[in-house]
């Protein structure tokens, strides 16, 4: 039932995840189970950290293996290493999902704790970075965030933070109201891969790596394309990115092996 729910809450309609007897978890379905110890990390009483601050900055995930109903795991977390600077401070914290002693799947999150703003201080100009040479495109597909999106992940992920359910708190942290969760939108940009550049099947997926440049909206439209990077001893290096409708990058540096 929980597979169910999370392939549910990501839009992923893969017969591998919802169809027959040989049932396996959506790829980034461990992060269910990475859920407490991160929480652990997260609210370490040494780091004093201000949870409505928080954002997810980066993720890099490997499978070894798929997971199946019924499986007994064990989730390990420890925080790899704190990073201060004037903007805030940035947080790595290191897990792995282990069954019958072997890794099934190891993430590194980078998590980032904004700075609270000095009464006054502006805040810093974008630079524009340089044009960037348009690539032949693998696949581009265009997507939409449904409006209960946040809250179906939430509850299939068990993240409930405030800020992606609860417009008032979301609000508050100075968001324009609830906000997608970062791995729903990883997980959407994961099933894109899948279904175009490994014909579907979720097996051949060996490793994706994110970082999350923008917030996402319930009932933004998001395009994710790809293009080749390499071939090498069997593994396909694909580079990736997902944008909104306004063209803006919600999920840029995109990595994945297959």
């Known amino acids: ?141 265009t997507y939409s965030v449904d409006t209960d999106q946040s809250f179906r992940y939430a509850e299939a992920s068990l993240d409930d933070n405030p800020i992606h359910v609860d417009e008032g708190v979301a609000k508050s942290a100075g968001h324009p109201g609830v906000i997608m969760h970062g791995l729903c939108t990883m997980a959407m940009t994961t099933r894109e891969l899948v279904n175009h550049a490994a014909d579907g099947d979720p097996k051949r997926l060996q490793r994706i790596k994110v970082r999350f440049s923008k917030i996402v909206l319930p009932s933004d439209t998001l395009t994710t394309r790809a293009w080749n990077v390499e071939n090498n001893d069997g593994i396909s290096t694909v580079a990736f990115e997902t944008l909104n409708q306004n063209g803006d990058k919600v999920i840029s540096n995109g990595l994945a092996e297959f």
Not at 10 to 39: E, Q, W
Not at 62 to 85: C, G, Q
Request: some cysteine; overall charge negative; proline content about 6%.
């Open 1 to 141: 039932e929980n597979i169910h729910a999370y392939a549910h809450a990501t839009n992923d309609t893969n017969p591998a995840y919802v169809n027959g007897d040989d049932v396996i978890a959506p790829l980034l379905y461990p992060v269910r189970h990475f859920h407490t110890v991160m929480s652990q990390a997260a609210v370490d009483p040494t780091l004093n950290a201000d949870l409505l601050r928080l954002v997810h900055g980066e993720q890099d995930m490997r499978f070894y293996d798929t997971l199946k109903p019924w499986d007994l795991v064990a989730s390990r977390a420890i925080l790899d290493d704190i990073e201060t600077k004037a903007s805030g401070e940035l947080l790595k914290v290191r897990q792995k999902l282990m069954r019958d002693g072997e890794v099934v799947c190891e993430a590194v999150s980078g998590l980032f704790i904004r700075a609270k703003k000095k009464p006054g201080e502006k805040s810093k100009a974008a630079i524009t970075a340089p044009a960037e040479e348009t690539p032949e495109y693998l696949f581009s597909n």
